[in-house]
């Protein structure tokens, strides 16, 4: 059974930071692409960041390039967000993905799913 299970979330003032954490498992992921959504209230899931298999090749949403990194571990059954100079805007459930081919920004790409991890950006 695979598993995909977000931490690191929480209530921060604007300016601050977050890392969210994704352990996968049940599975080898080395060849799988993975990559982090979110949804606020109202509104559609959309894509943040997504990395390769090998962490070789990331893409950013426009809306936070520069702010946020992607990242994933040795292992490569781990990846991280690293989130710098948060915005209220940035406020919503931030869901980990995985799928086994390459880096997409299109949630339907993905096979796999966390329960996601709520962060909360006060101003």
């Known amino acids: 059974q695979v598993q995909l299970v977000e931490s690191g979330g929480g209530l921060v003032q604007a300016g601050g930071s977050l890392r969210l954490s994704c352990a996968a498992s049940g599975r080898t992921f080395s060849n799988y692409a993975m990559g982090w959504f979110r949804q606020a209230p109202g509104k559609e899931r959309e894509f943040v960041a997504t990395?390769?298999?090998?962490?070789?090749?990331?893409i950013y949403a426009d809306s936070v390039k520069g702010r946020f990194t992607i990242s994933r571990g040795s292992a490569k059954n781990t990846v991280y967000l690293q989130m710098n100079s948060l915005k209220p805007e940035d406020t919503a459930v931030y869901s980990c993905?995985?799928?086994?081919?390459?880096?997409?920004?299109?949630?339907?790409?993905?096979?796999?799913w966390g329960q996601g991890t709520q962060v909360t950006v006060s101003s």
């Open positions: 990395i390769s298999g090998t962490g070789g090749s990331t």
């Open positions: 993905a995985a799928r086994p081919g390459g880096i997409s920004r299109r949630p339907t790409d993905y096979n796999y």
